[in-house]
């Protein structure tokens, strides 16, 4: 029980990477909002800049 729990938790360790373009957000009705899992990024200070697929607008980790 106990490990399904910190399972759980650890699963919802995210990071969410947020396209900053106004225009974008427009066009596409949201923010465009990439998620990566703790896991898999290990190191946030490492991991190679992200851009939104739509307007190639570098995404930041806070939202605008
Ligand atoms: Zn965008």
Redesign the pocket.
């Known amino acids: 029980m106990n490990n399904n729990k910190k399972k759980e938790d650890r699963a919802a360790m995210e990071i969410s990477y947020y ?1 900053q ?1 106004r225009q ?1 957000q427009i066009i ?1 009705k949201k923010s ?1 909002v990439l998620k990566l899992k703790l896991d898999d990024v290990m190191d946030e200070k490492n991991i190679a800049q992200m851009y ?1 697929p ?2 190639k ?1 570098e995404l930041k980790t806070e939202k605008s």
């Open positions: 396209c373009n974008c596409q465009y939104c739509h307007c607008t």
